[in-house]
């Protein structure tokens, strides 16, 4: 079984064998990993953004 790819890429000109960019070039990259931003995800984990999941508060109205 080959190594799996790094988490993120060195950015060295010469690309290591485990390089996840060289492994998408080449079609070696496993089922379900993709690279955004010279680092590797998984294709379909989103992360929460930390505004959306903040609950809205109503605000209060000013006194007149």
């Known amino acids: 079984?080959?190594?799996p790819p790094k988490k993120k890429c060195c950015v060295s000109k010469?690309?290591?064998k485990r390089c996840p960019i060289r492994m998408m070039a080449d079609g070696t990259l496993p089922d379900g990993y993709t690279v955004k931003k010279r680092?590797?995800?998984k294709v379909?984990?989103?992360?929460?953004?930390?505004?959306?999941s903040?609950?809205?508060t109503k605000t209060k109205p000013l006194a007149a």
């Open 1 to 3: 079984m080959p190594k």
């Open 14 to 16: 010469p690309r290591c």
């Open 39 to 41: 680092k590797l995800v």
């Open 44 to 52: 379909g984990d989103k992360k929460k953004n930390k505004k959306s």
């Open 54 to 56: 903040k609950s809205k």
